[in-house]
């Protein structure tokens, strides 16, 4: 290549956007000229066209006088471009942000393709900002899920999800391989909650709805059975009695809040049913109808001694019992 013209200081969606409106303009522009005219290498010209190819721009190459020509189909360049504002840019970073619980899945190999389409298309007054915006926003993830281990029943699921297939899968109960089991399910829904996904769905084996952690699907047949959506089903309705993702009989829980943390309660929707009452110490009691035993317990002592059961009276006995066996464990004289 020879001297050609200076480098452009923009990032690869600027020079991606040159690109596309340079193949526009053409009949056909060889690797060559590209380079001449952007005045970058020619392994730099292939990963722009390889970038532009996989945002779905529908590129072709063909031969021309000895030299490999590249062009769009015809009409393309009638197609209107994105155009996107700063303020979109940056919300649009800040939900992909939000899904990096998702990494290791098939979700979040579109995500970066979704990406890479909306880069090709920015205007290039903007490509020095993406790199500054990625980092308006930082996800803080603790207990993150290990999607890779399932990256292909994954993919097989959210087909059956989109074509509403009928599947059967392996899943693992209890993390040990002898906990295995196979359940025929119409995939209904697929949750997410507390940084995790969970599929909502029809066990046929067990005639009810049943809600599966996805990282615990260990293989997922998909049938060529198609199933029909119950007439009426809303899956925000699903779990509206639930306290999580658990769905079983409500139950009427009243909780006191210390003083110390009776924002949590004041501030926070918790459940739909919820009321919330002052007391004169500033402590607050907060009442709720719901179902999920083993979340609520969870939920209760994760504030420890600052939230008091007050009802039902087996919740308090359940929880007075875990407090019991923690002051055990923690006393001064339990060997270490």
């Given amino acids: 290549m020879g001297q050609g013209r200076p480098g452009k200081k923009y990032s690869q969606a600027g020079r991606v956007h040159d690109l596309i409106r340079l193949i526009e303009t053409r009949h ?6 590209i380079a001449e005219e952007g005045g970058v290498t020619r392994r730099t010209v292939y990963r722009d066209l390889a970038a532009i190819q996989e945002a779905g721009y529908p590129l072709v190459s063909e031969w021309d006088n000895g030299r490999k ?11 209107p471009p994105i155009s996107f504002s700063l303020d979109e840019l940056m919300t649009l970073h800040f939900l992909r942000s939000q899904l990096d619980f998702l990494k290791g899945s098939p979700f979040a190999d579109d995500l970066e393709t979704i990406f890479r389409k909306i880069n090709s298309v920015l205007p290039p007054r903007y490509a020095a900002h993406l790199e500054r915006i990625a980092q308006v926003s930082l996800p803080l993830l603790q207990g993150g899920r290990d999607y890779s281990k399932v990256f292909e029943p994954l993919r097989r699921l959210r087909e059956a999800l989109i074509y509403q297939y009928r599947i059967t899968i392996t899943y693992d109960r209890r993390g040990k391989d002898s906990a295995l089991s196979e359940y025929r399910i119409d995939p209904y829904t697929l949750l997410f909650y507390r940084g995790g996904l969970y599929l909502l769905g029809y066990a046929h084996n067990r005639k009810a709805l049943r809600t599966f952690a996805v990282e615990r699907i260990m293989a997922v047949e998909v049938e060529k059975e198609r199933f029909e ?7 925000e309705e699903q779990l509206q009695h639930a306290f999580g993702i658990v769905e079983e009989a409500a139950m009427k829980i009243r909780l006191r809040f210390s003083p110390t943390l009776a924002h949590v309660a004041r501030e926070r929707l918790w459940h739909p049913t919820q009321t919330v009452v002052e007391g004169e110490d500033g402590s607050v009691v907060l009442s709720f109808e719901a179902g999920g035993r083993m979340e609520i317990v969870s939920w209760i002592l994760s504030h420890g001694a600052h939230v008091e059961v007050l009802e039902p009276a087996d919740l308090r006995e359940e929880i007075r019992r875990v407090a019991q066996n923690l002051a055990q464990i923690y006393r001064p004289d339990c060997p270490r």
């Fill in 69 to 79: 020509c590249y062009r769009f189909l015809t009409r393309f360049k009638d197609v």
């Fill in 28 to 33: 056909g522009i060889s690797a060559e000229e």
């Fill in 229 to 235: 959506l119950p007439e009426g089903y809303i899956p």
